[in-house]
């Protein structure tokens, strides 16, 4: 049944909040102060109409917008959105008791996304090739995706096409993700288990038809024409097949700005959560570097990147869970400096080690405000000071944030403690 409502305020995801008799209800793509009228499920809504519109709101570039769940905030005006994306970092600072300067918001989209997962399903006789619609597994189908880099833009559907094509003898849900590279397209195909021979052939085969620099199945390679190379720093890496990258590569050049900025004085410094070395072989530049990530490829992949780019300081690798055995104090204390680039989950556990630890510098990078601010708040308990707080878009159009915090031993708190 339809109802008309006021949006009072935004959530954390973007979703406005309509408070009700019977509680709030979160209602996508709306802004403050609209009038809208709404169908409910639950405590979410489907937008119907927007009765009353704010003098906020602009109309969507991407024709996309209403339907797809990929985007969130493209109906928000750009000094709205830059305003409300910064107070919803001020917001988890405060509700975790954290009083720290937040810098303006760094705009890091640059070219568009450098790698897009795009999903292929067969509800019924027809293949459909898309992202998922907000909180539901339908898939909007798309010709093109225009916060992607260009190169990206039309041919990732047309890519994915051809892919589903040829697997979709079995009908299973295909996940296929495709980064650019310096060297064209990697491509890895979630979903669809072991392969025959055949099916090995016929990939290979069209590999070579779509001039694909790399295509695997769940990071096992099938073929390499060649190697799909990421530029960091002045190294080229060639990551492992699926491995974790930033969004944009201007994301990773102006996160790793902040970092190596930071990290200037240091000899020594450790990477954590280093994945294939966007920050490690870009400190490698001035300082002996050891890098931690639990992923062995990436690992790998860093290491043999170091060696092959002369002029670089020590780079050394370990293969370590650092969710289970975190580096421990004595093996930090070796450190000037440590930079934390964990995932969503954050890194409790080290920075647990971190706070009874001698290191003066912490720079931590994360991707969830929430469990920064919780990482951020063991530090400064065990005598921190967060001197910087910067947030980088690099997820723009959407709800995600990227945080930058540098944290310095305070010596006077931590002598204090002592005694």
């Known amino acids: 049944m339809a109802e008309q409502v006021i949006i009072k305020r935004l959530g954390a995801k973007a979703d406005g909040v309509a408070e009700t008799s019977s509680g709030s209800v979160f209602v996508p793509k709306v802004l403050p102060g609209e009038t809208v009228t709404i169908e409910r499920d639950g405590s979410h809504a489907r937008l119907v109409s927007i009765d009353v519109p704010s003098p906020e709101r602009e109309a969507p570039f991407c024709p996309y917008f209403d339907e797809c769940g990929g985007c969130a905030t493209q109906h928000m005006k750009h000094g709205f959105y830059q305003a409300w994306k910064q107070e919803t970092l001020v917001h988890t600072l405060r509700q975790a008791r954290i009083e720290a300067p937040v810098e303006a918001l760094i705009d890091a989209h640059g070219d568009g996304r450098r790698r897009v997962t795009l999903h292929v399903r067969f509800p019924d006789r027809a293949m459909h090739v898309g992202f998922m619609a907000p909180r539901s597994h339908q898939i909007v189908e798309i010709a093109f995706c225009p916060i992607t880099e260009p190169a990206l833009k039309e041919q990732a559907p047309a890519i994915a096409r051809a892919i589903g094509e040829h697997l979709k003898g079995p009908r299973k849900p295909l996940d296929i993700q495709i980064t650019a590279t310096q060297t064209g397209f990697d491509v890895d195909v979630r979903g669809y288990g072991p392969l025959k021979d055949q099916d090995r052939l016929r990939l290979i085969d069209l590999a070579d038809s779509l001039d694909l620099a790399r295509l695997s199945i769940h990071g096992d390679v099938i073929v390499e024409r060649r190697p799909p190379a990421i530029a960091m720093g002045r190294t080229a890496v060639v990551p492992p097949a699926g491995s974790f990258l930033q969004a944009t590569k201007l994301g990773e050049e102006t996160l790793a700005g902040f970092v190596t900025e930071a990290c200037a004085r240091a000899k020594r410094v450790a990477d954590l959560f280093a994945g294939a070395g966007p920050f490690a ?98 530090l400064m308990a065990g005598g921190y000071r967060l001197e910087r707080v910067i947030p980088v878009d690099q997820f723009k159009h959407s709800p995600h944030l990227e945080v930058v915090g540098i944290l310095r031993r305070d010596v006077a708190k931590k002598l204090s403690r002592r005694t």
């Open 281 to 378: 072989l870009r400190l490698a530049e001035k300082a002996d570097v050891h890098a931690v990530e639990f992923d062995k490829g990436s690992m790998t992949a860093l290491d043999k990147a170091a060696r092959a780019t002369p002029g670089l300081r020590r780079v050394t690798t370990e293969a370590r869970d650092l969710f289970r055995r975190p580096l421990l104090t004595p093996e930090l204390n070796a450190f000037d400096a440590v930079v934390l680039d964990p995932p969503r989950a954050g890194a409790e556990a080290q920075v647990k080690q971190l706070a009874v630890s001698k290191v003066p510098l912490v720079v931590s990078v994360s991707c969830d405000a929430a469990t920064f601010a919780r990482d951020a708040g063991i």
